[in-house]
């Protein structure tokens, strides 16, 4: 069993930033990938961040440019940099490990002037 704690959610204006963390119970150099989603308010969870054991990143071209991920080996921590936030970012947040099932509890973030 793997816990996963997100953290960092808030409110901001539009144009602001936001940094998520995901506290993770294990250590996550074991694993592939980390990854965070967005679940907007009627929508489904998607992915919007990939960050591999190596480092290579990935990012849909809806954050691309805006979100950052990145991942601390040491302390076993995963964080989403967030800028140029826009209302369409508002969503639950969530952080995960590829190929595993396990979900944190998920962060909110509400962009609205």
């Known amino acids: 069993q793997v816990q996963l704690v997100e953290s960092g959610g808030g409110l901001v204006q539009p144009g602001g930033s936001l940094k998520l963390s995901c506290a993770v119970s294990r250590d996550i150099s074991s694993f592939y990938a980390m990854e965070w989603y967005q679940e907007a308010p009627g929508k489904q969870r998607e992915l919007v961040a990939t960050?591999?054991?190596?480092?290579?990143?990935y990012y849909p071209d809806s954050v691309k440019a805006r979100f950052t991920i990145s991942r601390d080996n040491a302390k076993n921590l995963v964080y989403l940099q967030m800028n140029d936030l826009r209302p369409e970012d508002t969503a639950a947040y969530y952080c995960?490990?590829?190929?595993?099932?396990?979900w944190g509890q998920g962060t909110r973030v509400t962009v609205s002037a």
């Open positions: 995960h490990i590829q190929g595993y099932t396990y």
């Open positions: 960050i591999t054991r190596d480092g290579t990143t």
